[in-house]
């Protein structure tokens, strides 16, 4: 099992940033593959970004370039750095963890509450 919650989120106008947290914990170790993944009112969710056990990362065609994804295995803590915010980034934000890496699908087994990201123009 593992839990995951997420941090971060709040209003911000276009053009800004923030950084959302998911601070992992449980079986983390054998669960290491982890993504953040949007969803936006009446949409289907949608993968943003993923990071790899060798810490190479993937991004949705909408975020690269502005979204950062990295994470402290340490702390056990995945991040989501998001500038250049659009009224378009506008969505709940989850992170996601499993055993298999999934990449950008919404297939993953453990999954956060999500934090809210809301951008206005």
């Known amino acids: 099992q593992v839990q995951l919650v997420e941090s971060g989120g709040g209003s911000v106008q276009a053009g800004g940033s923030l950084r959302l947290s998911c601070a992992a914990s449980?079986?983390?170790?054998?669960?290491?593959?982890m993504a953040w993944f949007r969803q936006a009112t009446g949409k289907k969710r949608e993968g943003v970004a993923i990071?790899?056990?060798?810490?190479?990362?993937a991004y949705g065609a909408s975020v690269k370039g502005r979204f950062t994804i990295s994470k402290d295995n340490a702390q056990n803590t995945l991040y989501l750095q998001m500038n250049s915010l659009k009224p378009e980034d506008t969505a709940m934000y989850y992170c996601a963890a499993d055993r298999v890496q999934w990449w950008l699908l919404p297939s993953y087994k453990y999954w956060g509450q999500g934090t809210q990201v809301t951008v206005s123009s």
């Open positions: 449980g079986d983390t170790y054998s669960n290491p593959y």
């Open positions: 990071i790899d056990t060798d810490g190479s990362t």
